[in-house]
DNA sequence: ATTAGCACTCTCACGAGGTGAGTGCTAACT
DNA sequence: AGTTAGCACTCACCTCGTGAGAGTGCTAAT
């Protein structure tokens, strides 16, 4: 299935336009505003050709022609070149990430704000998420009488906690020498390992509060568990000005299905390949955004994903900026993250 | 301003009406759906008075009337009488909270689910903000090499945590020592009070320590005024089935304004009634959204305010049975963070 | 292989006419 | 004096027909 060199250029142009315009484009306009230097009627032929392979579609006979998914993979994989950022826009980026950020929360948030605000369509971040790391501390603090919060901290950074019913009988004192003990016992061991040995020897050592000691082991798998990935959305309002979304049923389902968070979180993870990846109308698993495409990439820290990053558009999206800035983010997001968490 | 029986009847009927179908409503359909027992005409020129005292509004000549803001406010405060929830509406409420949550987030999150689901009204929830509260517990984690967690409880629950750059001689040990240190001093402190006694308290006992001990305040102050209240927004999807949001530059402006965080949050936190807290149209001071109303109250532990919840609709709201809701998920939600937090 | 020309198709904007729900006013009724 | 029936009038909305405009496919000439 290759192209020559002039359906190329007549396939490039009708995608940019259509990108440009969202209306279907025609041979006469085509011809005329893009140079190609044959007649309109030499691009109609050639639009047939395009159309019965598939990478054209009519919305009804006399009416222009409109790129099919098809057609955008194409582009994607063979015509587009990314667009590089302004450096204007990098010099956002830099300032954004430059005043002290402390948090990890922190960190996503501006990572999806800078998102929306490059892209102009619709910025997802998943956070890290939890499961298979590193234990890196726990802690018993006392609250009111009869309750304390088991606070535990995961490898990558992530903070979890937890309320728990004391028995009785314990003293602060107590509380501070179990979590001594416990954290010189789990100190960098996996997850995974937890439930063998380990439980064991601190069983050994802190019989008297076997009990306690099972509940707060319980807790600490349940949080390392907790898919509890915290997911960033911003700019839903950004993506209603594409025209494909004047109609309210469409915003509807739109909204009906960012507002599943699980369901976004899997779709966000769902990315296998390094670097930017890129997901045309039904190859988004989601039977409901089928109209829509999604440029997504994970980051990680020491070549471990830790999370992912993506915007959501219409599949006539600007692709080639809105991959350079997915791309840019994500690069600049590794680095600050192996920065805050370098082991 | 006081309407005679008659007048309160029609008015009631109308907004009744009104409310449950969106449509104007006119004076034929009026008197035999509520049996009024007059007929139309006399319908009409109590309609007649009840514009001229500003209660009803015409969209033009000749269609029928719609309540305005002042008609709704008066049904709010004097026809109106809330709608209980039925039995196995308070059996989903028992059910959800019941499943043990350990987290505050959770908790919220489960009401703000429940908020939307009773009401089918987008629902709001801000979780206990930090200012002015007593600080629990502080905790440094040693992370990686020259690098530590700032670990910060706050009285009722919230944990923070930051990342701070060590000075290179530091072992773990240190760490720890200056935990137990600066957690002794400042044991049940005030926030405002650490400036004061307590720091220099802490520097003489830390002398070798005192840059660091000074970033940590600085740190723990920060994170202890963080606006960072984490606000839970749910069912957006769910307002869009109301007729009034069919258009998308409504919805557009709605969105536009559900995602200013800080926005939502100083509306909410907005409410010094104790109580559940009517506002229609404009009594929310917000320009963007004054065709919707809000219904809110503040959750409490001992007296002291921590949170809001609220529900958004479009000023033709459910006003019976959204304030049943309200007021039925804030005893529970107060009930419930007692028992958490009880001190 | 390319192009000019032409008939054909389909959407969309516009205006006219009809319909129906609702109003305000007036005069008659209790 | 309050209530009601009757009537003329208003206005949004639906439907239908028409014409303009953009675009196509096909054919014949270059």
Redesign the pocket.
């Known amino acids: 299935m290759t192209l020559d060199e ?1 359906k190329k250029r007549i396939l490039w142009a009708i995608i940019q336009d259509y990108i440009a315009t969202a ?7 085509l011809a005329r505003k893009y140079k190609l ?6 691009v ?2 050639e ?2 050709d395009l ?1 019965e392979m598939g990478f054209l579609e ?8 409109v790129p099919s998914h098809r057609g955008y993979r194409f582009y994607v994989d063979h015509l587009m070149q990314p667009e590089k950022l302004q450096d204007s826009e990098k010099e956002l980026v830099r300032v954004s990430f430059e005043t002290k950020v402390k948090m990890i929360s922190e960190v996503i948030q501006r990572t999806g704000q800078l998102l929306t605000q490059l892209s102009s369509y619709t910025a997802m971040v998943v956070s890290p998420c939890a499961s298979r790391t590193r234990l890196r501390h726990i802690q018993l603090v006392p609250m009111s009488r009869g309750q304390a919060m088991l606070l535990v901290v995961l490898e990558p950074g992530i903070v979890q906690h937890r309320m728990m019913e004391l028995p009785p009988d314990l003293t602060v004192g107590d509380l501070e020498m179990i979590s001594r003990v416990v954290n010189e016992k789990i100190k960098g061991s996996q997850m995974s390992d937890l439930k063998l040995t380990i439980i064991r020897e601190i069983y050994a050592e802190l019989l008297r509060h076997k009990s306690l000691v099972a509940m707060m082991m319980d807790l600490i798998e349940d949080s390392s568990r907790s898919k509890e990935d915290r997911i960033y959305l911003g700019g839903i309002f950004n993506i209603l000005n594409e025209p494909e979304f004047n109609n309210v049923e469409r915003v509807k389902t739109l909204l009906g299905i960012l507002e599943q968070e699980e369901l976004i979180c899997n779709i966000l993870n769902d990315q296998d390949q390094p670097g930017v990846n890129v997901r045309i109308g039904s190859e988004i698993s989601c039977e409901d955004i089928k109209d829509c495409s999604m440029i997504g990439a994970n980051y990680e820290v020491d070549g471990q994903r830790i999370g992912s990053i993506a915007v959501l558009g219409p599949t006539r999206m600007q692709y080639a900026k809105a991959i350079s800035v997915v791309e840019y983010l994500t690069a600049n997001l590794n680095e600050i993250m192996s920065k805050m968490y370098r082991s």
């Open positions: 002039r209306e279907p484009v025609g041979s006469r306009t230097g044959v007649s309109s009627a030499t109609r032929n639009m047939a159309e009519q919305p009804h006979t006399s009416a222009g022609r």
